[in-house]
């Protein structure tokens, strides 16, 4: 038995209902700027011991609930579980990040690639059900995924890459070859977040964390027609609710227009975007759109200033947006607080104390002043 | 006495003259691609060993033009030799990139910076006068400087950075010394490019590498601002002759509008940007602001591809801008061909011959097709 949502503000906000303030969540909040992190992970021995394990990814799912009145929680995992469970063999190195064992460069590769049975991925399943009962309905749980040309990179280039030059060699090359592994990746994804929806996930987001690279044509052709392919085959409601889709291209703001049309709830922006711009183009009811619930966008390196400045930055962020709508019997402009990337694991937690804060209270005073 | 030039095609793009052929260059066309430069290199011993010999730097900046019919040669130089004149201590340390002995971290450190000695500076400058003699007209010469805003990146950080976390900590914390340190870079790279101009460049570039990853509101302040002021001082003209400038913001695409304004000639595009839509918004004549010229924008790992995928994408490239105006009588629209990044090292010196053959030809056609 699964208690009552407490705090439904941001999947209101996802919706573009009303509410009474911003809600604030925070790209990678459990993560290695929190200390309780740091023991919990040094515990695990590893990442994916971390990961992978049902307790492990709890406990620091829960912790910057504990500290911070965030609005969200976001399930602790990564976005590379799935190649992982395709046979990839995915592994953490420290200070290097993640690395496959056997990328996929070749028609063969390509060839054998398929659609990983999900109980290889139980342990991502069992922790959004373990997640959700540990929350108690304090706020809403988001599960994610990378997205098809987003997981593609890694498993082309094995790791990061600051060129991108073997995925985009085969691209160039043999966009065949591409199309067939996103295509296997986009239905691989929609299984994957269906599955954490059925196991409790009330909103589900997708990271194309490197759509930015892509070249304009190429944006479209490989990466968003892919989530739009993810998109088309996701549950649309679970035990009689709503599940919110969120889409952030980290460095899509020039593609806003496109990204408009797609079939999600939420678009994710990051901080070189104009919030003010945004909303006009794609926040409010569009030409033959559905209008998005924007997300976003402070640059986390504003979390390294002081109270005072962080708290501007705050005001500043909240006001390029401007003042959601406050009529509750209808849809309009909605903005969910959050920064423009993950925050860094060199951020000062008490910092972060101040930004949530910040949002809370700036943004309750702008719905109170009618402009 | 300097020879005439035997072919003005890019600057006659530049200002937005009609020329019977889309001119084009490459962005870092001198570099460890080419055999004959990583003869040469070898030769000198080290990065800085090469770009501070005369002979060296004028064998280098001319090796693509003896392969490739290039409308173009930019000087063999690094944008960082400024901070290095600045005493900041410039080295490369091999497979690392660009290091600084000594960074800018504190307000003692950024009040002693000051406009250096363009006398320290005067291997650029010999090599400028010595490429030009070495050209003998054959084509354009185009000198450069890293951004205000660039340059501050890599003296807070001391080198290359993922998160551009200090300058950035700077910019939230500390925006006096920033805006200190960005002053006196627009006025050392003004004097830097104006001694240039007078050493012999016919046009010179401002690379703003490091632009895109400021957040909206900053990236007007922290660089645009400052390209201006850069701008405001540079030389129009040199013996009898126009000095286009082109400045480059790499992942500026979504700050075109503003960039508009910019009192320059040209606007240098990375691969994300749609150049119709830049084209409508900054290349026809606009309302209050000077027309651009536009630079740019395949991807350089579509030179991984094949021969005729690679013609295929110099194609979409040039039809994206469309046709050039080709009125002789006035100024309108041009397109000046580049990649939208420096070319890789890997790639494969014999497919630039295509893509620089496939430029012209259809661009000769292109004009000879009314449409």
């Known amino acids: 038995m699964i208690a009552s949502l407490q705090n439904d503000t941001f999947l209101r906000a996802c919706l573009r209902q009303a509410t009474d303030y911003t809600p604030v969540w925070l790209m990678r909040q459990a993560g290695r700027y929190l200390p ?14 971390l990961a992978t394990n049902t307790d ?33 063999g995915l592994t953490f190195v420290q200070g290097e990040g993640p690395r496959f064992a056997t990328p996929v460069r070749d028609e063969a590769a390509v060839a054998r690639l398929e659609v990983p049975d999900m109980a290889k991925l ?43 030059r073997l995925v985009k060699t085969m691209l160039y090359q043999r966009p065949d070859l591409l199309h067939k592994m996103l295509a296997v990746n986009a239905d691989a994804v929609a299984a994957y977040l269906n599955a954490q929806i ?8 997708i990271f194309d964390s490197w759509g930015g690279v892509l070249a304009d044509a190429a944006f479209h ?32 703001g020039m593609w806003l227009e496109a990204m408009g049309q797609l079939d999600c709830e939420v678009l994710g922006l990051d901080w070189t975007v104009n919030l003010a711009k945004a909303r006009a183009q794609v926040g409010e009811q569009g030409l033959g759109q559905k209008a998005k619930a924007l997300q976003g966008n402070m640059d986390p390196n504003a979390l390294f200033a002081n109270p005072a400045q962080i708290k501007a930055e705050v005001v500043n962020v909240l006001n390029s947006f401007g003042r959601p709508h406050t009529d509750s019997s209808q849809t309009g402009p909605t903005h969910i607080f959050n920064l423009g990337h993950g925050i860094s694991q060199h951020t000062p937690p008490e910092n972060v104390k101040v930004l949530v804060d910040a949002v809370h209270a700036h943004s309750r005073s702008m719905r109170a002043t009618r402009t």
Chains 1, 2 share one sequence.
């Open 221 to 252: 052709t490989f990466s968003l027609d892919y989530t739009a392919r993810v998109l088309r085959q996701l549950k649309r409601q679970h035990e009689g609710a709503i599940i919110p889709r969120l889409v952030f291209t980290k460095g899509g």
């Open 122 to 164: 139980r342990y991502v399943f069992d922790a959004v059900t373990s997640i959700r009962k540990a929350l108690n309905g304090r706020v809403p749980l988001i599960g994610f995924s990378g997205s098809p040309w987003t997981l593609a990179c890694y498993m082309v280039e094995g790791a990061g890459s600051d060129d991108y």
């Open 56 to 88: 492990f990814a709890t406990e620091v799912t829960l912790q910057p609930l504990d500290r911070y009145s965030l609005d969200a929680a976001i399930l602790f995992s990564d976005i590379l579980t799935v190649p992982d469970a395709m046979g990839l």
């Open 198 to 205: 059925e196991a409790g996930a009330q909103a589900v987001m």
């Open 36 to 49: 309780e992190y740091r023991a919990t992970r040094a515990q695990a021995g590893s990442f994916m011991g």
